[in-house]
């Protein structure tokens, strides 16, 4: 099966509300409409309710039983704004709260930390930046956890990796990249997956020196610290690896015969927001794989981003593992 066979498995009769804010965006429309159909995602959209019935009308799309809310006439308007001031205590006054709150990554994001939805996706008309500050400001991240970081779930037929980070943090030190590796374990994990992480670099096992080839070495014994220390002995993270090393088994059997990774890594961990952004899109674009993502981590709720560029299939997608990240 499937990630997405098996996500739609387990949220099956789980209705989960999730938050749309571009409701006024043909893509989010229509998939609100397809999600609306399933037992699986409940969505809750965002926008003008003249605005959106008039696309509706336009495309033939059915918005029965659909949720429509427009932050600047809604009933829930002014609970938001007093939830807002006080949760950023003293950093933003009611007037200054009622003004942010128009914006409606905002308002949907202030539905998620009142429990008023399970989760929000946002980023088909907005930057990843108007998507991911509100939920830093507002939802913040998980105890124990200092930075938020971006996966994408490359599939392909019955392959199925996951790359971290390659959306959000342009620099990383060590300490971080230890940090992603273990939340992308843990990511792994809750799809299903039987995490073995590669931190990757251009050296595998010490061949090359250089201060970017000890910031990743730090990184493996920094992360496996942290899974003898909180017993995580079902998460395998070694390195530093190139990338041939963690995914070819004949080349690891050369370049690292004492690894525990030996060329089958299914989670990899990039030493940059660089290097992690170009090698998502070479495996999307010359490899044939589906990107799913970004997928946010380390978030109390989950908030996930869009590409500019989606289709109708990346936001149902998108909204189903979204949802099925409320399930952790």
Not at 223 to 234: G, T, W
């Amino acid at each position: 099966m499937s990630l997405l066979d098996v996500l739609q498995e387990k949220l099956s009769g789980k209705n989960v509300k999730i938050v749309l804010p571009e409701g006024e965006d043909e893509r989010v429309l229509t998939a609100a409409t397809q999600l609306q159909a399933t037992d699986y995602v409940t969505p809750v959209l965002l926008g003008n309710k003249a605005n959106v019935e008039a696309l509706a009308t336009e495309k033939g799309l059915d918005l029965s039983n659909l949720e429509i809310i427009d932050p600047e006439t809604s009933e829930l308007k002014a609970e938001l704004v007093e939830a807002f001031v006080e949760r950023r205590k003293g950093k933003a006054t009611q007037e200054q709260a009622e003004q942010m709150l128009k914006d409606v990554n905002y308002f949907g994001t202030m539905l998620v930390y009142t429990g008023k939805a399970e989760g929000l996706v946002s980023g088909a008309a907005h930057s990843t930046g108007d998507t991911v500050r509100p939920a830093l400001q507002i939802i913040k991240t998980k105890p124990g956890v200092s930075k938020t970081s971006g996966i994408f779930f490359m599939i392909k037929d019955d392959q199925q990796y996951i790359f971290g980070d390659c959306a959000i943090n342009p620099t990383l030190e060590a300490q971080d990249l230890a940090e992603i590796a273990i939340e992308s374990a843990k990511s792994a994990q809750s799809f299903g997956m039987s995490p073995r992480v590669a931190m990757l670099s251009f050296s595998t096992k010490g061949s090359a020196k250089s201060d970017d080839v000890e910031k990743v070495s730090n990184a493996v014994s920094l992360a496996q610290e942290k899974i003898k220390a909180d017993n995580l002995e079902d998460i395998v993270v070694d390195g530093e690896f190139q990338f041939d090393a963690a995914i070819v088994p004949e080349v690891a059997a050369k370049k690292a015969p004492g690894a525990q990774i030996q060329g089958d890594a299914n989670v990899f961990v990039f030493p940059s927001l660089e290097a992690g952004n170009i090698g998502y899109k070479i495996a999307q674009r010359l490899g044939g794989f589906d990107a799913v993502g970004p997928v946010l981590q380390g978030l109390n709720s989950p908030v996930n981003d869009l590409s500019r560029g989606c289709s109708t299939e990346d936001v149902y997608n998108l909204s189903i593992i979204t949802a099925a990240q409320t399930l952790q």
